[in-house]
């Protein structure tokens, strides 16, 4: 039973870590950016992020997203933030596998 909870607890603890990526980024980007307001934001949803008990991550995706998420708490830059951003996208993106289908099969031959 007790696994049961500590995976439930991880992907409640996920979940939320990247509920607060998401809206930090989408701010992070908007073409209005204002300081004060992402501040603000950031703390109103650190408050939600608060109530999940964190857990240990160990896949680089999820390590990496933690990271991030301490990056904005930390207040750093509007700059390197999007950086980090984009890597934590790349990231997560290169996580999806796509099989080349037939690669090599096609003939053109005319």
Not at 5 to 29: G, H, M, V
Not at 30 to 38: G, M, T, V
Request: net charge positive; glycine share 2%.
């Amino acid at each position: 039973m007790s696994q049961i909870n500590e995976k439930s607890d991880r992907i409640k603890y996920i979940r939320a870590l990247e509920r607060f990526a998401k809206s930090a980024i989408s701010i992070l980007k908007r073409d209005d950016f204002d300081e004060n307001l992402f501040k603000i934001r950031t703390e109103k949803n650190y408050e939600v992020l608060k109530k999940v008990e964190a857990v240990y991550l160990d896949q680089p995706y999820t390590k990496s997203l933690e990271n991030f998420v301490k990056s904005v708490l930390a207040h750093k830059g509007k700059d390197e933030l999007i950086k980090e951003a984009n890597l934590l996208e790349k990231l997560k993106n290169s996580k999806t596998y796509k099989k080349e289908k037939h690669k090599g099969k096609f003939n053109d031959e005319f």
